[in-house]
């Protein structure tokens, strides 16, 4: 079960369309292929390696197609709001560690990981929830 889960929360990855048309039987083929498989490692192996692969060519037959759902303006804020707040992370959080004294050279690259990560988070959720929400909005003002 939490297999499957985990796997229908990548699935929300791929561009909306896809993932309309295909998730529903992404999802069920991945259910038999648990069943199925002894080795539950390899299974998320070769599901990892190919969900890369996928998502790339997906993003960018997406990006390619005339009436693409992808809000430029909208992902280019969503990036300088990742840029601004990773940079506030990582001011703050290498203050913090030089404040505490510890190890500041080895705990200032664990933070400088940690906050490019959290950018990045940071950055997807907004991306998803301006392609969910702002799309919706662009599409009514170009319509009128």
Known sequence: MTSDRLYCVLLSLYPARFHARFGTEMAQLFRDCCREEPNLAALWLRTLTDLVLSLTREWRREMNLPD???????????FMISMVVGTLLL??????????????????????????????????????????????????????
């Open 68 to 78: 693409s759902e992808i809000d430029y303006p909208g992902l280019a804020d969503c």
């Open 91 to 144: 001011g703050w959080g290498s203050a913090a560690l030089v404040a505490l004294n510890l190890r500041p050279l080895f705990n200032f690259v664990v933070a400088g990981i940690v906050t490019c990560t959290l950018a990045a988070v940071i950055g997807i959720v907004f991306a998803r929830i301006v392609a969910r929400y702002g799309h919706t909005e662009h599409q009514r003002i170009i319509k009128a």
